[in-house]
């Protein structure tokens, strides 16, 4: 496309400020800005903000509140805890993973900014006995899940395969990768391990004009984690246009997808019973919830918004919505609360593309360094500026023709890291206790004793969610340590 071109179509779009400069760039600087201005769909940019002002707009009537939010339908739920149902559903995710059907998606593009840490939050390790990051401990669950269902379906070892799509970010990308080949892709084969990332859009203005991060280059941020759904579309490298992620999941006929994120130490990777359930329950897609710990805990729930299922966000309902009960069983009203952990079919996915033009982008109001126009000089603004824009992965909720819900429990399922050391809760120090708090459950459901003040962990190598340990029933524990082997126990007994 021609400069001229170029000029006019931004022109056209009320964006032709962002040549300010050009007269003073080098060739080298405007071949890469053209370059930038060029992939960058303007339109889409501009369509995406007006939407998201008037949605915004919207969600700040005052007639919007409560009006059409209302609990989740009874029996649009179910919950995990009745053994008979559990083994069913279990039985039914282990044979999906067993034929090959079944694939990971990971959404690991955030940083460990607020732990301290520049590297991917996936990079971190929470202080348990083996120092393991989150990311080996999410392979390595991976590797012991595949053994599992190798085993029940009597097939040979390393003939089955749960391909694991991490999605990062511009930020993040080339460390992880360089993460992941540092540590040998944790004993999973690279080529079933595909590293991704997610979009980026224009930092806007308050007005909508896209701002300069330098004479040359637009400010960009990224699309937030519903943005896995547009990535999913793109090309993972420039070198092959036609590979993408939703191309790799046909050719490797994955019908179900596990979609979570990566800050939850105890997620189930490729959970057998939640994939079950939402293959028997005939699913578009399923949310993975917990209880809400109490009426006003912050954290978005899972409910019924113009008779359609969405996650409102606890700013989005009342106090008297938050503390009601349900009078036949006394517990919360709105209790389902989000997780970000999400079961899809690959046929929707494939779907999305047909009405993500109908997703209203959500407005993050940021302090956003820019160019100033006039003098050049780069802005360092100390209060908030402009917007970033980005999409939340369960706003494709209410576009299912069939969703379903199951409730797991929080101390076995979810305690996320977000953060810093010493803070008190979903922190790194409530991470490592639960994890250790739960491999001392599997030990004791084994029929174990674990003395006071002994901590083991056990690797995911070794046990999924429990099983395998039941060479060790009658064992008293009475020493603190990790183990990458079940007769490795023998020595803290």
């Avoid at 999913?232 to 992620?245: G, Q, W």
Wanted: glycine share 6%; hydrophobic share 35%.
């Amino acid at each position: 496309m021609s400069i001229d071109t170029l000029r006019k179509r931004y022109q056209a779009a009320g964006q032709e400020h962002l040549f300010t400069f050009w007269s003073e760039l080098s060739q080298e600087e405007q071949a890469s800005f053209a370059e930038q201005l060029e992939a960058l769909n303007i339109e889409r940019v501009n369509r995406i903000y007006e939407k998201a002002v008037g949605s915004e707009s919207g969600a700040l009537s005052p007639t919007s509140f409560s009006a059409t939010i209302e609990p989740l339908p009874r029996g649009a739920s179910e919950s995990v805890g009745t053994a008979e149902k559990d083994e069913e559903w279990a039985q039914i995710g282990l044979d999906a993973i067993a034929r090959g059907e079944v694939g990971v998606l990971l959404m690991a593009g955030g940083q460990g900014t607020r732990l301290g840490s520049s590297a991917p939050k996936g990079c971190y390790d929470i202080g348990l006995p083996s120092h393991k990051s989150l990311f080996q401990y999410q392979a390595e669950r991976i590797i012991r899940l595949q053994q599992v269902a190798e085993a029940k379906a009597n097939k040979p070892a390393r003939s089955v395969i749960i391909p694991w799509y991490v999605m990062t970010s511009g930020p993040t990308r080339r460390t992880t990768e360089d993460f992941f080949a540092s540590h040998s892709y944790f004993g999973l084969d690279p080529k079933d391990v595909i590293i991704f990332e997610q979009g980026t859009l224009p930092c806007l203005a308050d007005d909508g004009a896209v701002l300069l991060e330098t004479p040359s280059r637009v400010a960009v941020a990224p699309d937030g984690n519903g943005g896995l759904y547009a990535a999913t579309r793109t090309p993972i490298s420039s070198t092959d246009k036609s590979h993408t992620v939703l191309s790799d999941l046909a050719k490797r006929k994955i019908l179900y997808v596990h979609a979570y994120c990566v800050d939850n130490c105890l997620v189930r990777v490729a959970d057998p019973v939640f994939l079950g359930y939402s293959i028997q329950k005939q699913a578009d897609c399923t949310a993975k919830v917990v209880p809400k710990a109490h009426p006003t805990e912050s954290v978005g729930v899972v409910a019924y918004r113009d008779a359609k299922f969405s996650v409102v966000e606890y700013s989005e309902i009342t106090r008297e919505q938050a503390e009601r009960r349900d009078p036949e069983t006394g517990e919360l009203s709105f209790r389902a609360g989000n997780i970000a952990n999400h079961f899809y079919t690959t046929a929707f996915l494939n779907q999305v593309e047909s009405f993500e033009e109908q997703l209203a982008f959500h407005i993050a109001r940021k302090k956003i360094p820019y160019i100033d126009l006039k003098t050049k000089q780069i802005v360092k603004p100390i209060k908030p500026n402009g917007m970033k824009l980005e999409m939340f992965v369960f706003d494709v909720f209410p576009f299912t023709e069939y969703f379903a819900v199951l409730e797991v429990v929080r101390k076995e399922e979810f305690s996320p890291l977000k953060n810093a050391p010493g803070t008190g809760s979903d922190d790194p120090e409530t991470s490592r206790r639960d994890l250790l708090a739960q491999h001392k459950r599997f030990l004791e459901k084994a029929g174990a004793s674990v003395e006071d003040g002994v901590e083991i962990e056990i690797s995911p190598l070794v046990s999924y969610s429990g099983e395998g340990l039941e060479s060790i029933r009658g064992k008293v524990f009475t020493k603190s340590g990790f183990v990458e082997s079940v007769e490795e126990l023998d020595t803290l007994a």
